[in-house]
C-alpha cells in the first residue's frame, strides 16, 4: 500500500490531500478494504491517472472513493452514513483527515436511514426476480446487502444513543428493539451455505429486513 500512495504523491504532488482506508457499507469490525482519495479539485483527466495507478491493487482493494475536499463537506448532509463511517473509522494513509471537520445533523441521518433501508429492501428484491436462481448468484446478493444493512443497524442504534463498534452490534440490535435477527446472525457467523439451506435463510433474511422497515418507522417518525 506504501508503493499506491507514494505513486499518487508523484503524479498530484500538493494536489493530493489525502490517501485512506475505509469499510463503508459495513461495520469497522470488518477489515478495511476499501480506498479513498481526497483531491483539491477532481477533472476527467485524474481519474485516468487514478486508474493507471490503481489497476495494480485492484484484487486486494475495492474500487476507489474518489472526490474533491469541497465534495465530501457538501455531502455531510444526503451521504450521512457514509461520512460518519470515514469520520469515526477510516485508516489515513497519508496527509489530513478532513472527515474529522464535517458534522452530521441528527434529522439528516434520519432521513437518509429510511431511504437508504427502503430502497435497498426494493433493490435485494428485484435482483432476486431477476437474476439466475443458483448459490453464487443468492450468495451475491445476500452477502452484499447485508453489509449494507448492518451499516443501518449501527446508525439506528446511533440514534438511541448506542455506538457499536464490534460484532455484537446484532445483538445489541435485538435487544435494544426486542426484535429477533436469526438470519443475520447466521449469515455473519457462517461460511459458504449449501443452495437449499441458503434459500431458507434469503427467505427468514427478507422477512427481517421488512421488520427492520416497521422499526424504523416507528423511530423515525
Known amino acids: 500500500m506504501e508503493s499506491f500512495v507514494e505513486r499518487l504523491k508523484d503524479e498530484f504532488k500538493e494536489r493530493l490531500i489525502s490517501v485512506g482506508l475505509h469499510n463503508i457499507g459495513v461495520t469497522s469490525?470488518?477489515?478495511?478494504?476499501?480506498?479513498?482519495?481526497?483531491?483539491?479539485?477532481?477533472?476527467?483527466?485524474?481519474?485516468?491517472?487514478?486508474?493507471?495507478?490503481?489497476t495494480k491493487y485492484r484484487k486486494k482493494y475495492s474500487t476507489p472513493l474518489i472526490g474533491s475536499e469541497s465534495f465530501f463537506k457538501d455531502a455531510a448532509d444526503v451521504f450521512c452514513m457514509e461520512i460518519l463511517e470515514l469520520k469515526e473509522n477510516a485508516e489515513i494513509l497519508y496527509g489530513r483527515n478532513i472527515f474529522l471537520e464535517l458534522d452530521v445533523k441528527p434529522e439528516n441521518l434520519r432521513k437518509q436511514i429510511e431511504y437508504e433501508l427502503r430502497s435497498k429492501l426494493v433493490v435485494l428484491k428485484g435482483a432476486f426476480v431477476d437474476l439466475p436462481l443458483d448459490r453464487k448468484v443468492v450468495?451475491?446478493?445476500?452477502?452484499?446487502?447485508?453489509?449494507?444493512?448492518?451499516?443501518?443497524?449501527?446508525?439506528?442504534?446511533?440514534?438511541?444513543?448506542?455506538?457499536?463498534?464490534?460484532?455484537?452490534?446484532?445483538?445489541?440490535?435485538e435487544e435494544t428493539f426486542g426484535v429477533e435477527l436469526e438470519a443475520f446472525k447466521v449469515l455473519r457467523d457462517s461460511g459458504k451455505l449449501p443452495f437449499e439451506k441458503l434459500l431458507e435463510v434469503f427467505k427468514k433474511y427478507l422477512r427481517?429486513?421488512?421488520?427492520?422497515?416497521?422499526?424504523?418507522?416507528k423511530i423515525l417518525s
Open 29 to 54: 469490525f470488518i477489515q478495511k478494504n476499501g480506498i479513498f482519495i481526497v483531491l483539491d479539485k477532481n477533472e476527467p483527466e485524474d481519474l485516468i491517472l487514478i486508474k493507471k495507478i490503481y
Open 139 to 173: 450468495d451475491n446478493i445476500t452477502y452484499r446487502s447485508m453489509y449494507n444493512f448492518l451499516l443501518i443497524l449501527r446508525n439506528l442504534l446511533r440514534l438511541k444513543g448506542k455506538i457499536i463498534n464490534d460484532p455484537s452490534l446484532i445483538e445489541v440490535f
Open 208 to 217: 427481517e429486513v421488512e421488520r427492520l422497515v416497521e422499526i424504523s418507522d
